[in-house]
């Protein structure tokens, strides 16, 4: 194998790993960032205005939850395409390295759909909520 | 060679002649006349004698020790409870003081949760692991050495408290303020803070060195997709003990630092918060509970298949599983908090995801299910151990999707309904599968069976005492009995529940009593086992019971998950030598590893693979023998230890002690790169490294640093914590830090960055004058980084006494102070070896891996500056 390709191969491999984390970051960048925010907003009252019936903090925390959608919904798409792609298509080229492609793509789908679901789950909480009320 | 066989048969294909690893004794025969496996037998034994006791480290001798100790310790924690539930047993019984019942709660549940079931599950890796993955060892096995001893030694000093008469008795998360100062007087809870951290320290090694053998010392050819589903949970696992017990010590420091030097963390009148504490200690005591879950799942999802006779249903969906398991468990801490009082919309955060984490175990369960019932299950003790863990954990995880919810969480906090499903989770969830593999593995390690009878015995006492004991819990709780109070009064009408855990206590007990029987009398009374009693599939397997001490001799190749029941011949023959071609066909990685059973035959050779697709990158010497890991040990518990008596001078023997037996540790041991080594490499194309792994050591030292980046992240979560409680930040009129001396020493720091990085540059051209120049200036920058920085903090106008944004500047400080120390330290070390003339063009780990920690120190430093320095002249 030459320099080239051989690079080409760990970036490959580095790019299957990567995907993985794609659904579970965007979960828990969302968790932290969000969590912080909701905290620090009920501990010092800011973010307390109302925008179209809802208080802002949850509004900034609502948005977040949007972007976090679009990364974990944008991973589980393209995941699933490359699964598609390999699943149903058939086996091409190298078996041991389609394998472990087909292998990765089912896994980060499912992740990135499941952490989509936990995103949902959170968010519609507060759609409901009196969101700094202390309990 | 092509997959023949998609389900394994009732019969056991015969192993070929070749493949049995040969058992030899050390011979005193000439070494020339010795055979090749007992050659390698005597390179991999460890060193006979007292002494050679302390130097042992094979893996299965360590995996042994610890998770032996780890059982004594169970057993100790077990009489902890029994003696609680005598008292339980009747209303207002005077069996034990309130007191005494304290601090038995306190010992149990500490016992159980530090001392118990995360080291089995470390010991139960450092066993198996190398087995099961294909190698010949750890990666670390000097770091299993220190881990045990630093286990066994932390575990003893925590229970030396009760000759002191000072036993904890703040229950196992020391909830502050009740574990400050002010009311918890006296060492009781130093023991707690100080003895369990040092075992802390032993989980964080051994999960260090259970990542690296899963990702780069797997057999060729293994894959991730084709990894043993016990090595996903373990290295998910061992991650997760990396992310949780690092908060927990540096939580543990802070509430020290409290006790000792007068710092104001946890001090709601100097601008503390005992919420602090609560956060970081359920940052780790949430995730603490699925890093035993997680290995136990393992071990399930290789019993299972086994004794169902068929693969295992869902393989990559328990993977997702494993893997969705391990991040949601960290966004679950304050599920333990519902009642502090907090703000709804941070519940939500949490009470979802204590929702979403059933779906990834409900994923796990019907794979299993599916498993047997379309399996043709064998009903053996490990099988039996199986089914009871899955009745017991569904009822546990139901109870846990209850108490998710905020509102009934209310109802039941702190009740005994809570105590059942606890212990629902972790005996059903955890000792269930802990003797499942304990009967599964043993006759590989012991190469005799136990004793099915009095297996199926020990099953049946433990499955009905345990219920017996924990299902009345439910009731009990809803009837208002609270969790940590030593009695109830009679006309609460409790009695009778109470007096049926007691009795379903005692027969769990009988339970454990019979197993202990069981493992004496099996030792020498025990069926041999043979290579491969149970059938199985994987490669621990295909190895003889019990291993030789290389493990393997021929490295296997793997293409299927399930090689031994796959990888087999058209003549019926197991064959896990030969990679998935054409028959006739000799691939190099087959060569390689025919070679590499041959030599080399002086030195530890094991095998590096690719942390993806398991392909062989280079071979490597795995350190041998030492006395100084060991030392090491001894010298950090005696660091630990003579802090709980304040006996200072001990702490500064026991730390020069410490750093003395790290040095001989790492004391260079060269062995010459001959032109043995030159032509294997140049004839098989993968470098041969007799003096270490540069990929294990770089490994290594990208987990130190994310560890130190860990509790940095846990130093600035309490900052920011402390912020919030405090509206005007720097509080009391405290002018904003000084900039210029920091702003100096910042940037020195990233001088000495630049100039390491020119210094390894020419360590690659072979320039070595250069990379000596290069070394020598970076220490100088960093000494005059540090010397600056002490002198600001010689210079600032408050003590860390003053109040909590006193305490935590000081702490982070000086956390960023002891990192620049060590870097200096390495770098010295590196220098005198530098000089010395110890690296090489192709041989400069030691360097490259100095070089690697000064860049994550600078760029902790940068963060740590940012924020201390310049982010309150924002806000």
């Known amino acids: ?135 | 060679m092509t997959s023949t066989a998609s389900q394994p048969t009732d019969a056991a294909p015969s192993v070929p002649e070749h493949m049995s690893n040969l058992k030899v004794r050390a011979s005193d025969r000439p070494w020339d006349q010795l055979t090749t496996a007992e050659k390698l037998e005597q390179v991999w034994a460890d060193p006979p004698g007292v002494i050679g006791w302390f130097k042992a480290l094979q893996n299965d001798r360590i995996g042994v020790r610890i998770m032996s100790t780890a059982f004594l310790f169970f057993v100790a924690g077990g009489i902890n409870a029994l003696l609680m539930r005598v008292q339980l047993a009747e209303a207002e019984s005077t069996f034990l003081t309130a007191q005494r019942y304290n601090e038995l709660f306190t010992m149990h549940g500490s016992t159980m949760m530090y001392l118990f079931a995360v080291p089995m599950m470390e010991g139960f890796a450092i066993l198996i692991l190398p087995l099961i993955l294909g190698n010949r060892e750890m990666p670390f096995p000097r770091l299993g050495v220190f881990s045990w001893f630093t286990f066994l030694l932390g575990g003893l000093l925590f229970y030396s408290s009760f000759i002191a008469g000072a036993v904890p008795d703040t229950g196992w998360f020391a909830y502050a303020p009740l574990s400050g100062p002010e009311y918890s007087p006296g060492i009781a809870m130093d023991y707690w803070l100080l003895a369990l951290g040092v075992a802390e320290v032993a989980a964080i090694a051994a999960g260090v060195e259970i990542i690296l053998a899963i990702l780069r010392m797997r057999a060729p050819g293994m894959s991730l997709s084709r990894m043993p589903i016990y090595a996903w949970a373990m290295l998910v696992m061992a991650f997760s003990i990396l992310f949780a017990f690092t908060p927990l010590i540096v939580g543990s420091l802070l509430l020290e630092l409290d006790r000792r030097i007068g710092t104001q963390f946890f001090n709601p009148q100097a601008g503390g918060s005992p919420v602090l504490w609560q956060h970081i200690f359920w940052i780790f005591g949430h995730p603490e509970v699925y890093l035993q879950f997680i290995p136990a799942t393992g071990i399930v999802s290789m019993v299972v298949p086994i004794f169902s006779r068929r693969s295992l249903a869902g393989y990559t969906w328990v993977v997702i599983a494993l893997v969705a398991t391990g991040f949601l468990s960290f966004g679950l801490w304050v599920h333990h908090m519902f009642t502090v009082g907090l703000p709804q919309i941070s519940m939500t955060f949490f009470a979802a995801a204590g929702m979403m984490i059933g779906i990834p175990a409900g994923i796990q369960i019907f794979a299993w299910i599916t498993t047997i019932f379309t399996g043709r299950p064998v009903f053996k003790v490990p099988f039996l151990f199986v089914i009871g863990f899955l009745i017991t954990f569904v009822l546990g995880g139901i109870t846990g999707i209850m108490v998710s919810a905020v509102p009934f969480d209310w109802q039941v906090h702190d009740s005994y309904f809570v105590v059942a499903h606890f212990h629902y989770v972790l005996i059903g969830g955890v000792t269930f599968p802990i003797f499942a593999g304990i009967y599964h593995w043993a006759p590989k390690f012991t190469g005799r069976l136990l004793d099915e009878r009095l297996g199926k015995l020990h099953f049946w006492l433990y499955f009905i005492g345990f219920n017996v004991a924990f299902f009345p819990m439910h009731i009990s709780g809803f009837l208002g009995m609270p969790r940590r109070v030593y009695t109830y009064q009679e006309e609460m009408g409790l009695d009778i529940y109470n007096l049926i855990s007691t009795i379903g206590a005692f027969v769990l007990a009988l339970g454990v009593a019979v197993f202990i029987s069981n493992w004496f009398y099996s030792r020498r009374n025990g069926r041999p086992a043979g290579d491969n009693p149970w059938n199985g599939d994987t490669l621990e397997w295909a190895t003889t019971s019990p291993p030789a001490n290389y493990g393997f001799a021929r490295l296997p190749i793997v293409h299927s998950r399930y090689p031994l029941w796959e990888q087999v011949s058209s003549s019926g023959e197991v064959d896990i030598f030969e990679e998935d071609h054409e028959p006739g066909d000799t691939t190099n990685t087959e060569r390689l590893l025919q070679a590499m059973s041959e030599w080399p035959l002086r030195w530890r050779a094991a095998l590096i693979t690719g942390a993806v697709d398991g392909e062989p990158v280079e071979i490597f010497r795995v350190s041998g023998p030492s006395i100084w890991p060991a030392v090491a040990g001894v010298a950090l518990v005696t660091v630990f230890g003579s802090e709980v008596f304040a006996l200072h001078w001990l702490t500064i023997l026991g730390l020069l002690v410490f750093a003395a037996a790290l040095v001989g540790w790492h004391w260079p041991n060269q062995l010459p790169y001959t032109d043995e080594e030159r032509e294997f490499e140049e004839k098989y194309n993968i470098p041969v490294r007799p003096n270490g792994s540069l990929t294990i050591g770089r490994w290594g030292m990208a987990l130190a640093i994310l560890l130190l980046g860990i509790a940095l992240s846990s130093f600035l979560f309490s900052y920011f914590y402390i912020r919030l409680e405090n509206p005007i930040w720097p509080p009391e009129n405290l002018p904003l830090p000084e900039l210029v001396r920091p702003a100096i020493a910042t940037a020195l720091m990233l001088l000495a960055g630049a100039v390491t990085w020119w210094s390894v540059n020419n360590v690659h051209k072979g320039n070595l004058g250069r990379m000596r120049l290069g070394l020598m200036l970076v220490f100088l920058l960093g000494a005059g980084a540090l010397g600056i920085m002490i002198w600001e903090y010689l210079q600032l106008p408050f003590t860390w006494q003053l109040n909590a944004y006193a305490s935590i500047f000081w702490a982070i400080g000086g956390y960023m102070l002891l990192l620049l120390l060590v870097a200096l330290g390495m770098n010295l070390f590196v220098q005198v070896w530098a000089w010395q003339g110890l690296y090489t063009e192709l041989d400069n780990a030691a360097v490259q891996n100095s070089a690697l920690f000064v860049y994550g120190v600078i760029a902790f430093w940068i963060i740590s500056f940012g924020i201390l320095y310049l982010a309150p002249r924002f806000t």
């Open chain 1, 1 to 135: 194998m030459t320099t080239t390709s051989a690079d080409a191969n760990d970036r490959a491999k580095r790019a299957l790993v990567l995907s993985v984390l794609i659904g579970p970051l965007g979960w828990g960048v969302f968790f932290l960032v969000g969590y912080l925010i909701a905290e620090a907003a009920c501990q010092t009252r800011i973010l307390h205005n109302s925008v179209a019936g809802l208080n802002l903090v949850v509004v900034v925390v609502l948005g977040l939850a949007l972007l976090a959608l679009l990364v974990t919904g944008g991973g589980a798409i393209w995941n699933y395409r490359r699964w598609r792609e390999r699943a149903w298509n058939g086996i091409r080229g190298d078996r041991k390295t389609e394998d472990l492609a087909t292998f990765f793509a089912l896994v980060s789908m499912a992740l990135n759909v499941l952490f989509a679901l936990a995103i949902v789950l959170t968010a519609l909480g507060m759609l409901f909520l009196e969101p700094c009320q202390w309990t």
